[in-house]
């Protein structure tokens, strides 16, 4: 299993706009699904996003989908998610792994990302944190 390399993040002021990238050099990303999640200090990891070439899936999860943009550029083998208009609530640690399909459910009424029972190892994460 493959561990994938995350960067991009840092210090951004409310409102403002980060692109986090993921990549690694040891397996063809565009042949997976490629998850990304987010976890806040002290709590479990959420997914966030799940972009496939394979069947051209894209999934996200509700509490961001309108701020999320999630892409894949097959070149640079290199998996991307766009965040605009942060917010200090969207400070967290954001992961990236490949999974097998991108899977979507509902919890409590609201979708889901959810990795598989498949998902590779988490990358040690790039951490994004928003100023108010």
């Known amino acids: 299993q493959v561990q994938l390399v995350e960067s991009g993040g840092g210090l951004v002021q409310s409102g403002g706009s980060l692109r986090l990238s993921c990549t690694t050099s040891?397996?063809?990303?565009?042949?997976?699904?490629a998850v990304w999640s987010r976890q806040v200090t002290g709590k479990e990891r959420v997914g966030a996003s799940c972009?496939?070439?394979?069947?051209?899936?894209?999934y996200y999860s509700d509490s961001g989908k309108v701020r999320f943009t999630t892409s894949i550029d097959a070149a640079k083998n290199t998996v991307y998610l766009q965040r605009t208009g942060l917010k200090p609530e969207d400070t967290a640690i954001y992961s990236c792994?490949?999974?097998?399909?991108?899977?979507?459910?509902?919890?409590?009424?609201?979708?889901?990302?959810?990795?598989?029972?498949?998902?590779?190892?988490w990358g040690q994460g790039t951490q994004v944190t928003v100023a108010s």
């Open positions: 972009i496939t070439n394979r069947d051209d899936t894209t």
């Open positions: 792994a490949t999974d097998i399909i991108c899977a979507w459910t509902v919890i409590a009424g609201r979708g889901v990302v959810l990795p598989t029972s498949e998902i590779g190892p």
């Open positions: 040891k397996l063809p990303l565009d042949e997976y699904a």
